[in-house]
Each structure stands twice: as structure tokens, then as C-alpha cells.
């Protein structure tokens, strides 16, 4: 099918943007104190020859989504680097008219295939994961969404109805979805405000007692401040999975320092983190339980848990979900990077998704709307993102219904990613009672513009 909307790709740039971190960050057993942002402009054109470009960009995060016993991290990183090159000369070589979705579609099996070579070019002792895959792809397929909305002067979230697309999501999630379009599923207008949840990392000191060597650089360097700073009301653990004690005592630790500081002013929640890291569904399980016989108020708090274990659900199907989802919603994070792994993780107990749009814009719209059919509880994270990458994420959790809350730790490890951007948009970059104002991503494109400085 064909639409006089559609768009092609014309021409893709892409450039990659080192950045350091003010403190490290731990998860999923590693220490993280750098990135390597991939940033991506894509020209189009339409039917009649008009032409715009649009802009992605994403943190290539390989410790998150290339884990590996047997590379290095400076191998995995330099792996994705070579990939996105791969990836971009594979975009700017589709040549078809479409819309970002189908457009997305068509190149996503390429991609796959552009992996494949590469690991067997390099001989590589492993395969390259999907996940990384995607995470490479992720800011070319922004960056096509942003060209589409701004090649029609309409904010990208508003071109997802029959007026605009090819296909109904029959085309991508099966029969039933036969008639429906992701109007149906995503907000025409972002939600005004959003809370934003707060990292606390492994090695995050929570208190004045626990800072060994100052930053001094102006920003808090404990929970205490942070929360004192910016009115947080949501809190996301980090936690090891592999070490039950320090888990439970971090938990109790924090839910204190949040009660000293926050008290009856106001309502604030948690989510837990374990990166995959329990060996057992029954270690999360008793955890909850802990959790809840230590400090019932603090347990009542906790809004979900994400993948607390293996992301290889295929490998690893005895790891039933259902009697910790009973608990609590448990989301399924790493595992999640197509439609089957979704209803895999169904099968398997799961009663959530995060939803990541660096795994690709038109990956998170559609499963947003396979997770919204199956009642699914919601969330959005990041993968630390700064800059545009925040902006896309941030605007993404404002039009998905459901979503609570989201992320965005930059500020607190990777706050110079953000400088221009954090000027021109300082409702997003200033946390106001614990919230951003994301009701402002209403511009073309992917809803926001770059500061001149950054074009």
C-alpha cells in the first residue's frame, strides 16, 4: 500500500559524542563512568519532492545491551560503533516511499542480517545480541519519525492514524488488531507533568556518613540532597540480586532516608532494579516478603519490580513469574525486544513491560499497544540519556497511557550531555516537586527543536 504522505530516505549523517561521567554508575555487576553517544540526521523526501530532515540520538549502551564473559568493554563498544556504520549505509540505501513504521519494518531484517556479517567477518567468539541491535538502529529510526512529522509541520505522535499510515497494526500484531491504528493506543497530546523517577545506584552514597571523597561540583552527592534539592517523589534501586543481605538492608536504607526527609509532606514510591541479577524467582519473592514484614509502609510504596531475572527466557523457561507478579508487578525489561518475547513473557508470569525507545521508536509505539490489549503494567526507563535522547524518551512516556513516572539519571551522572539542551528546555532539565514539564513536546518532528549550538 502506498499513501501520498509518504516519505523516503534521502541522505543520513551520523556522528558519535564521547562523554565522561561526574561519579560512576553500577548495575548488572558493572561500573560504568563513560558513554559513547551515536547521534543521527536524516534527510527525506515526499511524493512531490519537499524535503526535511530529522534528528535521533542515543547512548550506545553496551554494558546494558551486549553483557559479554568474553569481551572487553572497549570490544563490545567498538563492536556497536562499527555496526551503527553499517546500519546507516544500510538506511540511506532504502529507497522505498512509506511511513517511518513500515520504513522501520523493512530495514529492521537488514539490520539483523548486517550483524550477522559482521560477526562473522570479525569471527567473533559470540553472537551479536538483538538487543544491541536495536539499540544501535534505534536513533535511525528516530531520526526518520522526526523528518516524517516535520516534513507535515505535525508533531510525529500525531501521525499514527489512518490519514497517515499504510498499514492498520494488523500488518505488524496480527488479525485482531485488524482496523485499529496506534491513535487508539497513544495520547494526542503529552501529559502535562510527569514524575521523574531518581537512580540510586550501588554505589550512591545516601547519606552525608557515606561520602568518602566529595565531587564539589555544585550538584548534591547524596539522596538526602537530592531529594531536599528537587522534591523527589520517585526512587528507583539498583540493587545486586546476588547478595540477599545487602539488598534487603540497601532497600530498608533507603525507604529511612526517604522517610527522614519526605515524611507525611507528601506520597512517594520505589521501584527495584536487579538487572537480571537473581538467581531464582524465589529470592524476589522473599525479598518482598522482607521488605513487607520490616517496613509495611515502605513496601506498600513499591510499584513494580523490573527483570529480576535472566533476560534468555527461552533458555531458562522454568523461571515462572506468576507468584512474585502476584506480589507486585514484575516488567519484563532485556528480554523484551519483539512481539514473540512479549508474549513469552506473558506465558511465563510476567505482568509488566518497560518500555525503552532505545529499542527503537516504532518497536516501543507498537508494543505499547500489544502491552495496553493485554493489560500489561507500563513504564518507561532510559539508558542514561542526556540531550535529545532525553527529550525522545521523556515525550514518549508522556503520550503512552499508564505510564506513571519516568526516568532520566543524566542529570545525576552525566549532567554536561545535557548543557544547551538543559537552556532551552529548563522545564525538563530543572525538576520542579519531582516533575518535568513534559506537556511542552508538542513541536514537529519528535516534539522538540536543538539549540543552535547543537545543530
Partial sequence: MSHDKDIRIEQVNFGLED?????????????????????VAIEAIDRNGRKATGRGSMPLGNVWSFPSQVLTFSATMEIMKELAGRLAGLTEDCHDFGHPLEINHWLEPEYLRAAGELERERALPE??????????????????????????????????????????????LGPAFSGQFLDRYILDKPKARMPLYHLVGALDPLTDAEVNEPIADGLPETLSEWIRREGLTHFKLKLNGDDFSWDLNRILAVDRVCDAEIGDKRSWFYSFDFNERCPHVEYLVEILKKFSEKSPLGYSRLQYVEQPTSRYLKEVPEQDMSLASSLKPVVIDEALTDLESLNLAVRLGYSGAALKVCKGHSQALILAAAARVRNLFLCVQDLTCPGASFLHSAGFSARIPGVAAIEGNARQYCPQANRGWDGKYPGLFQIRDGTIETGVLTGPGLGFDYPKEKI
Fill in 127 to 172: 553472537p551479536i545480541p538483538k538487543l544491541c541491535i536495536l539499540v544501535a538502529a534505534s536513533a535511525f529510526d528516530a531520526a526518520v519519525h522526526g523528518a516524517y512529522g516535520r516534513m507535515h509541520g505535525i508533531n510525529a505522535y500525531n501521525a499514527l492514524t489512518s490519514s497517515f499510515m499504510n498499514e492498520d497494526l494488523s500488518f505488524y
Fill in 19 to 39: 562523554a565522561s561521567f561526574r561519579t560512576p554508575i553500577k548495575f548488572g555487576g558493572h561500573v560504568v563512568s563513560t558513554m559513547t553517544l551515536l547521534h
